[in-house]
């Protein structure tokens, strides 16, 4: 799931597939099926959480590297998926006859060469490591040096700054992390004249969220802020607060007489074509076949970032969402078993960039690969396989009559152990996060099944070995029964109240609050 970038609208004032482990075969194809029951067994037989296992096992191994948008190990996974569907006998639906979508990625790479940050302090200098103990936001290039004036927190900033911050760094703390806050730095820091500001990263949200963040920004926004911004790994700022004879916390702001900091940022635009992997099992009704119900799940990850406790710097993406991504191979596979297809056309998209913004996803549903009128409904899937065993979120179930749908399938079905929960934090906005939403952006029905967060989230320790296989395979035969309802029904899913309103929000308000 992607990490929820608050910042970005406040501030716009390896391995081939053939060496891949094959998952452990599934049974003959499925007979034609006509009644719960017997749709029941197909989910059963076909969606195997032993194959789920095997899926995991590859996707987030530590060869794969954490997947990011662009790597090589990114290729390696769309070619693994390619793999399955031709497997199962999934029908291709990218580009020119195959499976594979591309896709323009444009990242902003920092120029190591031409880029540097340090402070000196009498005559001593430290500089710092980019991406172990600083980051860099994408700005106007130049170069900040002079003495810093520091403030203890965004609000300070914001109620005054001395005349001394005028063509030098502004040095603000961040106690609360990456909030709403961080916009008033930027804004008093421009007020003010300062030549760029140095951001003090706070414990909690240090390190991989810090980075994460950094490595999400390089994403096209190159230009957009108005001056030179780096941020510092918590106990960097705290040796760099030490020298002046500062300590963190509530405080007046303060000019940091006895030491200089100095920084500068190049970055380059380079431009990646990443897959997406689209397979289809195509409908049975001629007049319906041309309309297709959606079933998504992003198969990137972050990458490589700063090491944890154990040493473990590949953050791998077992639940996020290698799970989702499992469950959409086991969905499509019990799909393509059935000998007589639903009325309607089932699309199985995995994407890419989901952690970048959406950005695969919202490619697809601007521009797809069959007919955009075509498109009814969409299903996610994204991190599906912790927390209670029992239970999964509809998030967006308010919205679409996908959630009512959610509930039936699950009262229908009492041998899949699990009950259907709202959102758990609305406040955290998850119907604005994740792939579904570049469909709702379109006009299409959406809602998303989740397990939801747990404290491996965005971290190394989110691997395979923590995930639940058996939880995963079971929220795949929902989806699948879920799929299968909404393709063979005559009607398609529509909108409620709630989500109509919604709709007029996107079109009337831009954005909603919390969304870039």
Known sequence: MRTHLVLLSLLLFGMAPACAPSPTPGPAPAPAVVDAAALSEVAERRILSETIRDHLDYLASDEMRGRDTPSPELEDAADYLVARFQELGVEPAGEEGGFIQRWPFEVLSLNRAESRALMEVDGDRREWRYAEEYFAIPSLPGQVEGVPVYAP????????????????????????????????????????????????????????????????????????MPFPIIGLRHDVGQELLTSAGLEAGPGEVRVMENLVVSFQSTFEPEVHEVPN?????????????????????HFDHVGVGPSDERGDSIYSG??????????????????????????????????????????????FAQNPTIPAEGMVAALNMDMVSRNAPDTVHAIG???????????????????????????????????????????????????????WLHDDYHLPSDTPDRADEDKAARIARLAFLMAHRMADTPDPPTWTAEGEALLEQLAGQGPPPGQP
């Open 153 to 224: 927190d965004p609000a300070t900033a914001a109620q005054g700054l001395p005349a001394e911050v005028a063509g030098a760094p502004l040095v603000v703390g961040l106690p609360e992390g990456l909030g709403p806050d961080f916009g008033l730095a930027i804004q008093a820091g421009m007020q003010a004249g300062a030549a760029g500001v140095v951001l003090l990263m706070d414990e909690e949200t240090d390190a991989s969220a810090t980075f994460q963040l950094a490595a999400a920004l390089e994403g096209g926004i190159a230009g957009e």
């Open 277 to 297: 992997v689209v397979g289809m099992v195509r409908g049975s009704d001629p007049e319906l076949a041309d309309e297709y119900i959606v079933l998504t799940a």
């Open 318 to 363: 077992a639940d996020d969402n290698a799970s989702g991504t499992a469950a959409l191979l086991e969905v499509a596979g019990a799909m393509a078993s059935l000998l007589e297809a639903p009325a309607r056309s089932v699309l199985f998209l995995a994407v890419s960039g989901e952690e970048k913004g959406l950005l695969g996803s919202a490619w």
């Open 397 to 451: 179930e308010e919205y679409s009559t996908i959630g009512r749908l959610a509930h039936e399938v699950a009262r229908d079905h009492p041998e899949l152990g699990l009950v259907v929960a709202p959102d758990p934090e609305p406040e955290e906005q998850a119907f604005l996060r994740s792939d579904h939403f570049s469909f709702v952006e379109q006009g299409i029905p959406a809602l998303m099944l989740t397990t």
